[in-house]
Every structure is written in C-alpha cells, then in structure tokens.
C-alpha cells in the first residue's frame, strides 16, 4: 500500500512505520519536526509541513495514496489547558485540513488517532464501550472527541472512508523520558530511574488501563488490513491499574528507598478509565499479549541498554 502518515516521527508513529515498513508498504511522512528536528526513518520520506496551514499541505502533498494515518496533535491535556489555541489549531484545526487533503487527493481512507480522555468519567460504569456517551474534562479531549465528530460528518460529506482508535494510556521502549506531561508510565518511571522521589499530581487511587506499546501496534495494523470501515475502536487492555500499584512495580523494579508524594492535582484529570475491548476483539481479532509486568521489565531493559548511549 501507499500510506502518508501524519506525525510519524513522533513516538507511536515511528514504532507504526517500523512495523509496516516489513510489508509491501512505500510511507511518506508528514511532521513539522518540533519536537524531532533530525530524526529520520530510513526508507520513507519525509515532507516538513504543518497540518495547521492547508495552503502548505496542497502545495506538499500532491499524491493519490491508499490510505491516511493521521497521529500528528498536540498530545498533552495539561498544556491543552496552558495553551488552548495551540490545542485547538493542532487538534482540530489539523484534522479538518488533513480531511480535506484525502478529499483534493481522492485519498479513500482516514485512519485517526485519538483517546480515553474523550470519554471522561462515568462513576456508575466500569469499563468503557465505545457507545459511552463521551463528556471529555479535559481540553485535550474536548478537542479530539470534536475532531472525531468532524472525520465521521467529513467521511460522509466526501465519500472518505474511516476509522478512529481510541488509544488507552500508551507505554514502553523509545518513549521520551524527558516529557513530564504526558505518558504515565514514561513519567513515574522517569522519575525511579532518575533518582528516589516520584511527585504524583492527584489521588494514588486512580486508575488506567496501561498498554504496551507493541499491542498497540497490532491494533493499528489490524485496522489497516481489517476491511472494517466506519467503526471506532478502544485500543487498551480491559485490565484496571491504580496509580499506587503501577508506582510500587515500578519502584520493585529498580529495588530503590523512593519517597512518593501526592502534590496537588492536574486540571481535566479523570479518576478512572478501563477499556471495554470486547468490539475491537470480535471485530478485528485483536488480543493483547503483554502483562503490565512483561511490559514493564521491558522498559526497564530497553532503558539499560541504552543507558550511556
């Protein structure tokens, strides 16, 4: 297939790009490259242009490809609320220009990125179906869950099919330790392999549904090669995990003394999110094969090997 990629020198682009470049896939790559200034991918090429400016996309991107992967955003809920424009430029600004750009270049498929956050929190409810009615608290997911809302009435309007993978919280190997504001098991195992204290924004009763990098990639592949259209899928584990347990792995890990301290709280946080996978399963086979102790060693050894590096 041909496939542009939107972001894909960011983290789950580029692990994407690694898996599909072992098939018969060309991939061209658009990213604006702010946060990956000289990061290649041998074997695709890479166009620098800002989804923010439609001008720019047409006169870049000229092509007829297959399909569409679009996983460039503004990907932090606390700098959603510290920049909001940006958020919004990137978030839905981008998508609605990327929509467009499948329309001028009769591209037939949209594959989107998109979150948990949208779904905010349902006390009354214990994992989360695809059909939960979605009440985003953070300005992040207000954006995504908008951007969702513009593919599937665009889809329509231009005959563009679609799919959009609601993406739990994401960890493991190539992950940015240095960003502090998003990813959580990259952020508190940050702060174990960096020294003994871990500041936690909020409850340590919260929770998530963690998935392991390399499940999420299957669920990406099995989209692209599932012939299943117009549909939206939860991308997790169906597994809940509390702050305090994934902080005391992570700790007995490294077997280190680490203080834990609660510091007040993050705006548009959830206290808890669990993935209903039962759709995604039935509909496109996807089973996830990592435990949070498999994943986590995992990390733990990728970090070791490159450390010094």
Known sequence: MNILITGGLGYIGSKLIERLLKKDNEIDIIDNQSTNTSKKIAGCKIIIADI????????KVNKNYDLVLHLAAQSSGPKSFEDPELD??????????????????????????STFTVYGDHKTVNKYDENLECNPKSLYGVAKLAAENY??????????????????NVYGPGQDLSRKDQG???IFLSYVHEGNYIPVH???????????????????????????????????????????????KII??????????????????????????????????????????????????????TEGN
Do not use: H
């Open 88 to 113: 919004v430029n990137v978030n839905i600004l981008g998508t609605i220009n990327i929509i467009q750009l499948c329309n001028l270049n009769n591209i037939p498929k949209l594959i989107f990125a």
């Open 151 to 168: 593919i599937k009435i665009f889809g329509e309007k231009y005959n563009i099919k679609w799919n959009i993978l609601r993406m739990f």
């Open 252 to 305: 007995n890990l490294y077997d280190k003394n680490v203080k834990v301290e609660v510091t007040g709280s993050t705006p548009g946080d959830m206290m808890g999110c669990i993935a209903d996978i039962s759709k995604i399963e039935t509909m496109l086979n996807y089973e996830p094969k990592y435990d949070l102790e498999n994943g986590l060693n995992k990390f733990k050894d990728y970090l070791d090997s």
């Open 202 to 248: 909020g409850s340590l009763e919260r929770f998530r549904d963690v998935v392991f990098i390399d499940d999420v990639i299957d669920a990406w592949e099995l989209c692209i090669y599932g012939n299943v259209d117009n549909e939206i899928f939860n991308v997790g584990t169906g597994e809940k995990t509390k702050f305090k347990d994934l902080i005391n």
């Open 52 to 59: 923010t400016n439609f001008d720019d996309l047409k006169k």
């Open 184 to 186: 959580l098991v990259s």
